[in-house]
């Protein structure tokens, strides 16, 4: 599997998935990611507000940032490479992106075997203006 690593705006936690009015996408992003890592995947995450430094000592990161200041962010790194920005991706593309055999069930975990095989919708082309990079 690869190395996935998210970076996300700054929140006033870890994950989110705090307060009083908690966005229902990150709660099944980190469901999500929860379940890739009960699956063996690597998967680190970082919030803006609370580990600047890991923003700070990726060229990547840091480049992203000065070109487009923090509307880039989240922004997903696969094995060092940015994936996708601005938007969290689905379980599905979570699936593609890990490149992996992970599935997700309805329920929310995995199930090993094959993720779909759709496209991602990951263009990864510097001139896009959609949600990858």
Excluded at 45 to 56: K, Y
């Amino acid at each position: 599997m690869k190395k996935i690593q998210i970076y996300d705006p700054p929140m006033c936690c870890s994950t989110g998935v705090c307060g009083t009015d908690v966005d229902p996408k990150l709660v099944q992003f980190a469901s999500d990611l929860a379940a890739l890592k009960e699956q063996g995947a690597s998967v680190e995450r970082f919030n803006l507000a609370q580990q600047p430094a890991a923003f700070a000592e990726n060229e990547k990161i840091r480049a992203a940032l000065a070109a487009h200041g923090n509307d880039c962010l989240p922004l997903v790194l696969i094995d060092g490479e940015i994936a996708m920005r601005g938007v969290y991706p689905t379980r599905e593309q979570l699936a593609l992106l890990a490149g992996s055999r992970i599935s997700f069930s309805a329920e929310g975990g995995t199930a090993k075997g094959e993720s779909k095989s759709a496209q991602s919708g990951c263009c990864c082309k510097s001139d896009s203006k959609s949600s990858c990079c």
